[in-house]
């Protein structure tokens, strides 16, 4: 971090607003986290779904599926788990750019690290944290990667919830209880809060 030199950001011939009046919405990052289990990705996979169906310009972006890539160099220490969300951040401000709406399913464990993404965007109301919060003991029950199991057998070091620490979020735009609600339930709140935030119209619709 810091070690590029002689380097300018470059304003494109097509703006931000531009590509959102293209699309008929905002872009933002929508960020979900919460402990490994809480049905984050189930979330942002289905929320990915409605708001296609509606034809709004959006992609998921799901903590396996970069560290397969992207960030395939990192662990899982807390220096590594700082700079993966860092870089994801840094592409979803892209994204956001673009005109889309960002659908990130990160555990994210630290609060420093989800205020720094915050901190990045571009405009107030770029951000949107997603709380998935659901007890551990439900997580665990759902352990649908067997994850828990092998963390309680001390195979996996520093595996958030059991091992390492998880910092839930103090003020969440969006909070929601995957142990009580169902998935149409929870995504149909965020689609009301998306709605109500203005975020599915351009801000050329607005004038």
Same mark, same amino acid.
């Given at each position: ?16 607003? &531009?590509?959102? /009046? ?25 929320? &990915? ?16 599926? +970069? ?11 807390? /220096? ?11 592409? /979803? ?11 990130? $399913? ?14 990045? /965007? ?7 944290? +997603?709380? +998935? ?52 339930? $929870?995504? &149909? ?19």
């Amino acid at each position: 971090m810091g070690k590029s030199s002689n380097v300018v950001w470059h304003e494109t011939h097509v703006g931000r607003e &531009d590509r959102e /009046a293209r699309r008929g919405h905002k872009g933002a990052t929508i960020w979900f986290t919460g402990l490994s289990g809480s049905g984050k990705s189930t979330l942002a996979n289905e929320l &990915d779904r409605r708001l296609y169906e509606q034809g709004r310009f959006s992609y998921v972006l799901d903590g396996d599926n +970069v560290r397969h890539g992207l960030n395939g160099d990192l662990g899982f220490s807390p /220096a590594d788990r700082t700079e993966n969300i860092r870089r994801i951040g840094e592409v /979803a401000k892209l994204f956001v750019d673009a005109g889309a709406l960002v659908l990130t $399913a990160f555990i994210s464990p630290y609060r420093d690290d989800r205020d720094r993404v915050r901190n990045i /965007a571009d405009r107030p109301g770029d951000f949107i944290e +997603v709380f +998935v919060d659901c007890p551990l003991d439900v997580c665990e029950q759902r352990d649908p990667k067997g994850l828990y199991k092998k963390a309680r057998a001390g195979e996996i070091p520093e595996f958030t919830g059991i091992s390492a620490p998880y910092e839930a979020p103090e003020q969440a735009e969006i909070t929601v209880n995957t142990a009580e609600m169902s998935v149409v339930e $929870a995504v &149909d709140f965020i689609l009301e809060y998306l709605r109500t935030g203005q975020y599915l119209e351009s801000s050329s619709n607005q004038d």
